[in-house]
């Protein structure tokens, strides 16, 4: 099955999703394509619909913000929405622009995304309730979790290094919360290094006044961010909102327990007391406090990390998530043609 992956690229979370889709989907004996737009593009997805299909293409699976502008092409159009962004999609965290931009702009676009879609695909539960709640779909969401490889994220056995170590990854965004990572140092114990992983976008700027004990890094190669998941005791969330905690995911195959704020999306791929700890969303003590804790027990910290290796290796395994979109493009295909008819 030829499978079109038309994406803006958007140095983001949304351009790993597309990558490793597409290798997934090679991995199971579909014929993946993917083409990249520039990211103006965001802004006026409309001028998408001159984008030439690739010959033979029987399956387009394109993002809610820009999907519709690839309908009406002779084949099935399924929908990934990754996280709510209107109305219920984190307003707190807004500025009023970026708000109006979100519910009047992109929301309008998603809004037709979702009723030229055979079926609209979300990562996660919670993100999934928020979208529907947010839209009258005509259609239920299909909701397939997000997975990773374990067999390339997964603990290191060499020695642990002596200091303890806590690491945050993502790009420098209120959503993410990156505004909060100052906070957060003056509340974590001075003894514990904090490492801070500034996403694809590299954005850096402010992270020198974070003081000592504290190591910055950017743009790193994917070998290179799982030695530090591997190297790290804990790996913490600040998000205020996610639509999959793939973060955590990554932490958790590598063996380490994750601390993290109980919020969309998060909570969904971490289990509290289990393979980590959820604190409601803004208490930077209590995260601090739980990353103490388990530094100061080790055995408790180990006992989650294997759990939540077991989590990423059977819940969120690829082998699952490549069953499921391959049940869904044939049923997709099926209905299509049974339209045509």
């Known amino acids: 099955m030829k499978v079109w ?49 690739p010959e033979g293409t029987e399956i387009i699976h394109a993002n809610s913000w820009n999907a519709f502008a690839f309908s009406g092409r002779g084949c099935p159009l399924i929908v990934t929405v990754h996280h709510c962004v209107r109305g219920l999609g984190y307003p707190a965290w807004k500025g009023p622009f970026q708000a109006l931009y979100h519910d009047h702009w992109i929301g309008r676009f998603e809004a037709i995304s979702f009723r030229r879609a055979e079926a609209v695909l979300c990562g996660s539960a919670s993100a999934a309730a928020e979208v529907e709640e947010s839209f009258d779909l005509d259609k239920k969401i299909k ?13 290191s056995y060499t020695p642990a290094v002596t200091r303890p170590r806590v690491l945050w990854v993502g790009n420098m965004s209120l959503r993410k919360g990156g505004d909060l990572l100052p906070a957060f140092r003056q509340c974590l114990d001075s003894g514990i290094e904090l490492h801070v992983v500034a996403g694809r976008r590299g954005q850096t700027a402010g992270l020198e006044a974070l003081g000592p004990n504290v190591k910055v890094w950017s743009r790193l190669h994917e070998s290179d961010l799982i030695k530090l998941y591997q190297d790290c005791d804990i790996t913490v969330c600040l998000s205020r909102h996610e639509g999959f905690g793939y973060t955590a995911l990554e932490a958790m195959a590598c063996g380490r327990p994750v601390v993290a704020f109980n919020v969309t999306g998060l909570k969904d791929v971490i289990v509290d007391g289990r393979t980590g700890i959820l604190r409601p969303c803004g208490d930077l003590a209590g995260v601090a406090a739980a990353c103490k804790r388990l530094i100061e027990r080790p055995e408790q910290a180990r006992t989650m990390g294997q759990a939540g290796r077991e989590r990423a290796e059977y819940h969120f395994s690829a082998a699952r998530a490549s069953a499921l979109y391959t049940q869904i493009y044939r049923d997709a295909a099926s209905a299509f043609r049974l339209r045509q008819n």
């Open 143 to 155: 909701v397939v979790d997000y997975w990773l490889d374990a067999s390339v994220f997964r603990p």
């Open 5 to 53: 992956l038309p994406g803006v690229r958007s140095n983001s979370g949304s351009d790993v999703f597309v990558e490793r889709l597409a290798a997934l989907l090679a991995e199971a004996g579909c014929d993946p394509i993917i083409t990249w737009f520039p990211l103006r593009y965001e802004l006026c997805p409309w001028l998408l619909r001159t984008a030439p299909i």
